[in-house]
């Protein structure tokens, strides 16, 4: 059976090359989309059909939650899935990425069908996010299967995010092409397509990936945990979720990333409302064109590329946020100006964003790979799918929460989405409530997230470190002879004495 996996194409590695990473990266041609979907457009959507702030707020936020919980338990799934029938057969890993596939083909386009039903949105809405669970939560942890090494894991990492910004590209310049015929099916449309590309790319990167080979040695390592009823599985996830903030270079990781990704919600979720009701002049089309200048985030993506490999994270970090703190200062600007038309500035201040967010999308899911082999050299287990969940499990949450504020607050100042439909109709006040929103929020979040980064550790000469401590122990090296350089990476990333760090029993 072990020899049938093996030359499974499952199972069967392959040369990494940057067209290996770019197919494998065609995933995220959907999950960078989405995001921004999720952010930049269905708020918007709902909000044009008639539904109030509060309720269109409700539908991504309760959605989102149901999400989150149903995301925390399926890495877990995906971890144990091996010792299926399906999962051996197909890979723990794959299978669900196909069946999230087929899922997103049924579900996508029904979201954009009119409606003043705000539970039609919510349950169509959540079906979906489940769908996008199965394929991203197994597929975010393929890197780490598809190889241990530093470079090549960057350039599957690196070749997703800028499929990423591309995805977000076409997201906003699809709508906007659509958008300009004035069509009243407008976002039908334009649901349809997303689907067709999205889906394409899904079963493409399904097809180019693999997993770890299920050797005798691995399903050995992988079975010495016994089989355990839905209760104990129940207590070993939630176990393994508070587990994961036992890793120092997590808990940081995961603080920089949701304050920044935090920060981009908001600023996607009420561009669209502070163009149009905020800036004189502007047309309901032009927020659009703002964010299909998101193709400038391809250019800091490949750029991003290179210097993650020369300066590591805590670089891009700092480089991203501060870019977007000057960003949002120049959406300040623009509005205290009060110049009518202002569309030029506009332009300038979004590309300088675009190339900020394309920094910040790229960065924490390049060092997300590298983020196991900390756990693993702390707890001699392997526990990718559980910290895929446990991240998209809070970027979900926050998400939610990001949404519903917004929505809220839009009520809370006095707006109404029916009938202050342009800058003149909209009375000052009002204007005021949704620049403050739109842009101090942001800054706040990822001026925190800045603060924050300054501090981050893990980098590629303290991975190759702990890479090489760790192939020495799955070697069958003493602890006892570990030398004063990989005892003292090893304790300032996972943030325990090293004695504490790989047990005799590992915990799976």
Not at 47 to 57: D, E, H
Not at 422 to 435: E, V
């Amino acid at each position: 059976m072990a020899e049938k996996q093996k030359t499974s194409w499952v199972y069967t590695p392959k040369e990494i090359t940057t067209r290996r990473g770019l197919l494998y990266g065609l995933t995220d041609l959907m999950g960078g989309g989405w995001n921004n979907i999720v952010s930049g457009v269905i708020f918007v959507f709902v909000l044009s059909q008639g539904i109030s702030p509060l309720f269109t707020g409700a539908v991504l936020g309760i959605g989102r939650i149901i999400d989150a919980i149903w995301s925390l338990f399926f890495g877990a799934i995906t971890d144990r899935f091996y010792r299926t029938r399906l999962g051996k057969r197909f890979g723990r890993r794959h299978f669900w990425i196909a069946t999230g596939g087929i899922l997103f083909a049924i579900l996508f386009p029904m979201f954009w069908i009119s409606t003043t039903s705000w539970q039609y949105y919510l349950w169509v809405y959540v079906a979906i996010e489940i769908a996008i669970s199965m394929i991203l939560i197994p597929w975010e942890t393929l890197p780490t299967e598809m190889s241990p090494d530093y470079q090549k894991r960057t350039t599957l990492s690196g070749s997703r995010m800028f499929i990423s910004a591309t995805g977000t590209a076409i997201v906003f310049f699809t709508l906007a092409v659509l958008k300009s015929f004035n069509n009243p099916n407008a976002y039908l449309y334009t649901g349809i397509t997303w689907t067709v590309i999205f889906v394409i790319a899904i079963f493409t990167s399904w097809r180019a990936s693999w997993e770890r080979p299920l050797t005798p040695d691995f399903l050995a390592e992988l079975d010495a945990e016994p089989r355990l009823g839905f209760t104990g599985f129940l207590k070993k996830t939630v176990t393994d979720y508070f587990g994961t903030f036992k890793n120092k270079s997590f808990r940081k990781h995961l603080l920089i990333y949701l304050l920044s990704f935090t920060g981009k919600d908001f600023y996607s979720t009420l561009l669209p409302t502070f163009i149009v009701i905020g800036v004189s002049g502007m047309s309901a089309n032009s927020p659009w064109i703002l964010q299909a200048l998101s193709a400038f985030g391809i250019i800091s993506t490949i750029a991003a590329v290179k210097i993650m490999v020369s300066h590591g994270p805590k670089y891009l970090f700092t480089l991203s946020y501060i870019a977007i703190i000057i960003a949002m200062l120049g959406y300040f600007i623009v509005y205290i100006t009060g110049i009518s038309d202002p569309m030029w500035m506009l332009i300038i201040v979004s590309i300088i964003y675009q190339l900020g967010r394309g920094i910040l999308e790229f960065t924490p899911w390049n060092v997300f790979p590298f983020i196991p082999d900390v756990d693993r050299i702390y707890t001699h287990g392997d526990k990718a799918g559980v910290y895929a969940s446990v991240m998209t499990f809070f970027r979900k949450s926050t998400g939610a929460l990001a949404t519903y504020i917004a929505g809220w607050a839009l009520e809370e100042i006095g707006f109404n989405s029916t009938t202050m439909t342009s800058h003149a109709n909209t009375p000052m006040g009002i204007q005021h409530g949704i620049m403050l929103l739109f842009v101090f929020v942001p800054i706040i979040l990822v001026g925190l997230a800045l603060i924050a980064a300054r501090t981050f550790k893990l980098n590629r000469h303290n991975h190759d470190i702990l890479k090489v401590e760790l192939a020495r122990l799955e070697n069958g090296g003493s602890k006892a002879d570990v030398t004063p350089e990989a005892r003292q990476v090893v304790e300032m990333l996972t943030g325990h004495a090293y004695e504490e760090c790989w047990p005799e029993k590992a915990d799976i």
